[in-house]
Structures are given as C-alpha cells and as structure tokens.
C-alpha cells in the first residue's frame, strides 16, 4: 500500500462526514463552498476513497458545526457512546423533515450540556 491510499480509518472518518452531513440536512454542495473544495472531492472524502489533509480537515468540522476529534475514529473498538452516536446519525439523518432534524438535534445537544 502506498502512502496516498486509503485506509479503514479513511472510510471511517468519511462515514462520519456524510452521516453528520446527512443528519444536518446540508448539501454536499454546501459543506463544500465551506471546506473549498470541489462538490466531487468531498463525495470521495465522504467515501474513503481521498485521504483529507489535517488542514481540510479542521474546515470540514467546522462547516459541520464539531471538534475535529468527534470526526476521528478510534482505532480500538467503539465505546458504547460512539456506537449510539453513530445510530443516532444514521436515524436522525433519514428523518424527511429538515425542521425535526434540527429541533432533534437540538433537543440532543441541549440534554448533552
């Protein structure tokens, strides 16, 4: 493998990328404009198929409202909190309405205070 392929973690950093995407309701497009970079690159960031650079990555998590570290996988078995963090993701990411995704959202955040 050479230094510029992906890896397990690249995939897994790119699966947290698009569930909190997703689970925001932005578009690519918009998570993009914010990261600069183009529409297709964050498609194989959120993939795993590009590595993210440590500089692209701090903009990404700020386009998405997270500390850098709440994007980064651990590379020992998920604790019980990141697994539930990840289903909520996934649930709250196929709810329709934009309007219940943020007020759940908000709702979440302000239990977590």
Known sequence: MGARDSTEI???LGGRLA???AALGMTR???AAA???SV???AKYEAGAN????SRLV???EALGLPVGALLPSRESASAAERDGALFDRLVARIPDPAVRTALIGLAASLAE
């Not at 590595?51 to 440590?54: D, F, G, Q, S, T």
């Open 19 to 21: 569930a909190r995407r």
């Open 35 to 37: 990261a600069g970079v």
């Open 40 to 42: 297709q690159q964050l």
């Open 59 to 61: 903009l990404l998590a």
């Open 51 to 54: 590595r993210i650079p440590a």
């Open 29 to 31: 497009l918009q998570v």
């Open 10 to 12: 690249d995939r897994a």
